[in-house]
């Protein structure tokens, strides 16, 4: 049996999430008196911390959980909860410092790894560091609030390669493309020197950095790995889809987390974003359902709860800088649009995405992305919008992300091996990988 590489296994994940858009911000993190920190924004960073937390575990894996075949409802549960506690020792280690300090327009530096300078003094001077994108909050609630969703980033992906995927290889390609792709595009696109961010690409709370680069490491999965057996001829159908509408109940929660608590302050701003959220992602899961009634017959429980989820994707970049009213329409335009790149595109295309982690996130962060261009406020963000430059930040995020996981997939398939046998596949991945059942 193969080895893991130890250095594999604990590539650096990274994620971050903007705050104070329009603000001007020191180029380095500091030391501010606690009398300068807010009560009421460190109260509300703690709850979103919970917040999106709880979109993981159990979340996200639940939603996926029950979307998978029986044989494999473990398996799918243990991936969601494993990169949980990797991404934990990875951001401790070395992904919070290249996400969020200083560095050149690709990448950050080494000032916070082991989180070495984040610390708490109370004598002689009661000082405590705080990052230079949020002010009023203790650097660790920032940087823990950023560690949930550096975990949730690369469970996404787990969607699109459900049912045959090796368990060591998804460690080991989730450690290296967090390092060797994500932490890039976290970088440029979010932090004051980063590339995109200096060019005016809008993203409030990870469009790209999360939904977009999730979905073209799904897609770049989705190729090498090649369909489940049986695709297409057997039924594959969901085992539990009252743990998918479960976890999708738990993710839409959660969410107001992600979005609202992305203001990094418990101010107006967060509150706009708590209800766009709300807007969007209602009519998304309504736009899915009657385009599902219409074309196939019947509304679905699974079509609507995939539908909430592409409206909380597409407004995800939007959130901090539209109103309620182009939050609607974003939704409309996610719920219709997902739901048949989630059925009609992936039938043309003849590729295996398993939980539509593509269909759903990739196409529709890149829905919201593009009309976050359209119909940011600059009386709501501080900024106005611009498709062109929204479309520059898309192509790269696409581009970069595809190419880079294609890459990084085949090496591991050429190394490590990525798929399991076809006496594996059959078996079930519960019983084959971790010798359990829900039996």
């Known amino acids: 049996m193969k080895k893991l590489s130890i250095l594999a296994l604990f590539g650096i994940s990274t994620l971050a999430v903007p705050v104070a858009w329009g603000a001007a911000a020191p180029t380095e993190p500091t030391l501010l008196s606690v009398d300068k920190i807010s009560a009421g924004d460190t109260a509300w960073m703690?709850?979103?911390?919970?917040?999106?937390?709880?979109?993981?575990?159990?979340?996200?894996?639940?939603?996926?959980?029950?979307?998978?075949?029986?044989?494999?409802?473990?398996?799918?549960?243990?991936?969601?909860?494993?990169?949980?506690?990797?991404?934990?020792?990875?951001?401790?280690?070395?992904?919070?410092?290249?996400?969020?300090?200083?560095?050149?327009?690709?990448?950050?530096?080494?000032?916070?790894?082991?989180?070495?300078?984040?610390?708490?003094?109370?004598?002689?001077?009661?000082?405590?560091?705080?990052?230079?994108?949020?002010?009023?909050?203790?650097?660790?609630?920032?940087?823990?609030?950023?560690?949930?969703?550096?975990?949730?980033?690369?469970?996404?992906?787990?969607?699109?390669?459900?049912?045959?995927?090796?368990?060591?290889?998804?460690?080991?390609?989730?450690?290296?493309?967090?390092?060797?792709?994500?932490?890039?595009?976290?970088?440029?696109?979010?932090?004051?020197?980063?590339?995109?961010?200096?060019?005016?690409?809008?993203?409030?709370?990870?469009?790209?950095?999360?939904?977009?680069?999730?979905?073209?490491?799904?897609?770049?999965?989705?190729?090498?790995?090649?369909?489940?057996?049986?695709?297409?001829?057997?039924?594959?159908?969901?085992?539990?889809?009252?743990?998918?509408?479960?976890g999708a109940s738990l993710l839409w929660v959660g969410w107001f987390g992600f979005n609202a608590g992305s203001a990094g302050a418990a101010d107006g701003r967060a509150g706009m974003a708590m209800l766009t959220t709300q807007m969007a992602t209602a009519t998304a899961a309504i736009g899915w359902m009657f385009t599902e009634w219409i074309t196939k017959g019947k509304p679905s429980v699974l079509g609507i709860a995939s539908g909430a989820v592409a409206g909380l994707v597409a407004i995800t970049p939007a959130s901090g800088f539209v109103g309620p009213t182009p939050a609607v329409i974003i939704g409309l335009i996610a719920g219709v649009v997902c739901f048949f790149a989630a059925t009609s595109l992936k039938h043309a295309l003849k590729y295996d995405d398993s939980l539509d982690a593509f269909g759903v996130h990739g196409v529709g962060g890149i829905i919201g992305a593009c009309l976050t261009g359209v119909f940011a406020s600059k009386e709501i963000g501080g900024v106005d919008g611009s498709l062109w430059i929204q479309l520059k930040g898309v192509a790269v995020t696409v581009g970069y992300g595809f190419v880079a996981s294609f890459l990084i997939l085949k090496a591991i398939d050429m190394t490590l091996g990525l798929r399991v046998s076809e006496e594996q596949e059959r078996e079930g991945l519960d019983i084959s990988l971790h010798g359990e059942s829900i039996e």
């Open 46 to 246: 703690l709850t979103s911390t919970a917040l999106v937390l709880m979109m993981s575990i159990p979340g996200l894996a639940l939603f996926y959980g029950g979307m998978v075949r029986k044989k494999n409802v473990l398996s799918t549960l243990m991936q969601t909860f494993a990169i949980v506690c990797i991404v934990t020792l990875l951001w401790w280690l070395i992904g919070y410092s290249w996400a969020f300090t200083p560095g050149n327009q690709w990448v950050g530096g080494f000032s916070r790894a082991l989180f070495n300078g984040m610390t708490f003094m109370h004598d002689p001077v009661n000082q405590l560091s705080v990052s230079h994108l949020a002010l009023t909050i203790p650097e660790t609630v920032y940087a823990m609030f950023q560690l949930t969703f550096a975990a949730i980033t690369p469970a996404l992906i787990c969607g699109a390669f459900a049912d045959r995927m090796k368990f060591s290889a998804m460690l080991v390609f989730m450690g290296t493309w967090s390092l060797l792709v994500y932490a890039p595009i976290a970088h440029m696109v979010w932090e004051p020197t980063g590339w995109l961010n200096a060019a005016g690409v809008l993203d409030y709370a990870g469009g790209t950095v999360v939904h977009i680069n999730a979905g073209m490491a799904g897609i770049a999965s989705c190729f090498v790995l090649g369909r489940r057996l049986g695709y297409g001829r057997e039924a594959m159908a969901p085992h539990n889809l009252t743990l998918t509408l479960i």
